[in-house]
């Protein structure tokens, strides 16, 4: 099964949370990290910060992302570390 087929068949997941991981995917780089700002990501896909929040939570939740909080050199929080994670469907 496809990545994407993988995702969308998925019932599991919400549809805002599915949503969320196609954008971090589409985002990511060849190590499967994005770091996009939840602003960014809820201007970009017209919904508000607090679902991204949790569709974020959600996809921790069910072992498709890895988060890492990134910091400043001055010690400031910055956008966090998005690390998408393969998982093994078991259909």
């Known amino acids: 099964m496809s990545y994407f087929n ?24 060849q190590d499967g990290e994005s770091w996009y700002a939840i602003g960014t990501m809820a201007k970009d896909l017209s919904l508000s910060r607090s679902t991204i929040k949790r569709a974020l939570a959600e996809l921790i939740r069910q072992g498709r992302l890895e988060k890492r909080a990134r910091y400043r050199e001055n010690g ?8 998408l994670l393969e998982v093994k469907s078991n259909k």
Not at 76 to 83: A, F, K, V
């Open 6 to 29: 993988e995702i969308y068949g998925d019932p599991e997941l919400s549809s805002k949370a599915k949503m969320v991981l196609l954008y971090l995917h589409d985002r990511a780089n």
């Open 76 to 83: 400031g929080c910055t956008s966090n570390l998005c690390i």
